[in-house]
């Protein structure tokens, strides 16, 4: 099994799930609707310098680093500090983030988690209730492209329980070095380069690549039979695996009448979810996202066995026996 950050402080918020759709109208402005994060149980901290231990080893930006015990003791504050300037987009509060990271103890400098050795970035949204709030402060401000170091004491970090699953006590502050390779927030859009759409019986997708709803024209005739993924826009990076965690814009319609029943564009959110998840909900989406690539805009039209068959949800717009057609664009996967 797939073994998950050690940073998750909850549930990730943003996260989607179609089981409960309804019309346009009714729906769409709370497409990915999670409850507002709480306010936090402990104030903001107070932001310092130092002091933080040298990195002796993995210096550059997208390396696995080594990092040298702390110099005596921690700062009560949290301590931050650029190691790598980015030029990249700034990150913001309840942003989505791609990075890498190390994590370990101040007083022994065992490495508690890493992600650098999985290859695969974590990808998790800078909001209270979603991440150690050490992460939320730190973050919040920098630019992609940049690497950070940061010493974060319990308070921020997992408290007076601590993480006994990572060998974490109440009183150990963490230091973490994170590489920010990307940030999303619900403006986002891929970039990738347009595919030529040129099957008459396949819907029309826009291109546009500003993080609005991209228009999907849904042709007159009968809908294909069978399970059916296209790249509008294809991207460059890697391709999606059956057992990753997508992060995405999309948008469903019903192919009868082309009316959309659940979206996050234009709705302030993301979503993310599972492949393995989504293959308990709707059987089509997962397998046409699989094998796509990282940064892309896929077309799937999922025939009725491989979505909601003769049981769609209640109160909708999907009737028994629709074929759903759906717009992915697919910002980031872990």
């Not at 699953?165 to 109440?170: L, S, V």
């Not at 546009?208 to 790249?231: A, I």
């Not at 759903?324 to 980031?332: P, R, S």
């Given at each position: 099994?797939?073994?998950?950050?050690?940073?998750?402080?909850?549930?990730?918020?943003?996260?989607?799930?179609?089981?409960?759709?309804?019309?346009?109208?009714?729906?769409?402005?709370?497409?990915?609707?999670?409850?507002?994060?709480?306010?936090?149980?402990?104030?903001?901290?107070?932001?310092?310098?130092?002091?933080?231990?040298?990195?002796?080893?993995?210096?550059?930006?997208?390396?696995?680093?080594?990092?040298?015990?702390?110099?005596?003791?921690?700062?009560?504050?949290?301590?931050?500090?650029?190691?790598?300037?980015?030029?990249?987009?700034?990150?913001?509060?309840?942003?989505?983030?791609?990075?890498?990271?190390?994590?370990?103890?101040?007083?022994?400098?065992?490495?508690?988690?890493?992600?650098?050795?999985?290859?695969?970035?974590?990808?998790?949204?800078?909001?209270?209730?979603?991440?150690?709030?050490?992460?939320?402060?730190?973050?919040?401000?920098?630019?992609?492209?940049?690497?950070?170091?940061?010493?974060?004491?319990?308070?921020?970090?997992?408290?007076?329980?601590?993480?006994?699953?990572?060998?974490?006590?109440?009183?150990?502050?963490?230091?973490?070095?994170?590489?920010?390779?990307?940030?999303?927030?619900?403006?986002?859009?891929?970039?990738?380069?347009?595919?030529?759409?040129?099957?008459?019986?396949?819907?029309?997708?826009?291109?546009?690549?500003?993080?609005?709803?991209?228009?999907?024209?849904?042709?007159?005739?009968?809908?294909?039979?069978?399970?059916?993924?296209?790249?509008?826009?294809?991207?460059?990076?890697?391709?999606?695996?059956?057992?990753?965690?997508?992060?995405?814009?999309?948008?469903?319609?019903?192919?009868?009448?082309?009316?959309?029943?659940?979206?996050?564009?234009?709705?302030g959110r993301l979503s993310q979810f599972g492949l393995e998840q989504m293959q308990q909900a709707v059987k089509g989406l997962a397998q046409g996202l699989t094998g796509k690539k990282v940064g892309s805009r896929v077309l799937i039209v999922v025939p009725p066995e491989l979505g909601y068959g003769d049981?769609?949800?209640?109160?909708?717009?999907?009737?028994?026996?629709?074929?759903?057609?759906?717009?992915?664009?697919?910002?980031?996967?872990?």
């Amino acid at each position: 099994m797939r073994r998950r950050s050690l940073l998750l402080a909850a549930v990730p918020a943003g996260l989607v799930t179609l089981a409960g759709c309804g019309d346009d109208e009714s729906d769409t402005s709370k497409a990915g609707a999670s409850p507002s994060p709480s306010a936090s149980s402990v104030p903001p901290p107070k932001i310092v310098d130092g002091p933080l231990p040298a990195v002796t080893s993995g210096t550059k930006f997208g390396e696995k680093p080594a990092v040298a015990k702390g110099p005596g003791d921690p700062s009560k504050d949290l301590a931050v500090k650029t190691l790598i300037a980015g030029s990249g987009r700034t990150v913001a509060e309840n942003d989505f983030i791609r990075a890498n990271y190390l994590g370990q103890i101040w007083s022994t400098a065992k490495v508690f988690d890493n992600s650098y050795d999985r290859e695969r970035p974590l990808v998790m949204q800078l909001a209270q209730g979603s991440i150690i709030d050490g992460w939320r402060y730190a973050l919040a401000g920098k630019k992609t492209g940049s690497r950070v170091e940061i010493a974060v004491p319990p308070t921020w970090g997992y408290g007076k329980q601590g993480n006994a699953r990572a060998g974490i006590k109440g009183t150990d502050t963490l230091v973490f070095v994170i590489d920010l390779i990307e940030s999303f927030n619900s403006k986002s859009s891929v970039n990738g380069e347009p595919v030529p759409q040129s099957d008459a019986a396949l819907p029309k997708v826009a291109v546009n690549t500003d993080g609005q709803v991209p228009k999907v024209t849904v042709p007159r005739s009968d809908p294909p039979k069978k399970l059916v993924s296209e790249y509008v826009l294809e991207g460059d990076g890697p391709e999606l695996k059956a057992d990753q965690t997508v992060l995405c814009q999309f948008q469903g319609l019903v192919w009868e009448g082309g009316k959309t029943f659940q979206r996050t564009y234009g709705s302030g959110r993301l979503s993310q979810f599972g492949l393995e998840q989504m293959q308990q909900a709707v059987k089509g989406l997962a397998q046409g996202l699989t094998g796509k690539k990282v940064g892309s805009r896929v077309l799937i039209v999922v025939p009725p066995e491989l979505g909601y068959g003769d049981n769609p949800p209640s109160g909708g717009v999907i009737g028994k026996g629709s074929t759903l057609v759906f717009t992915v664009d697919i910002l980031a996967a872990m």
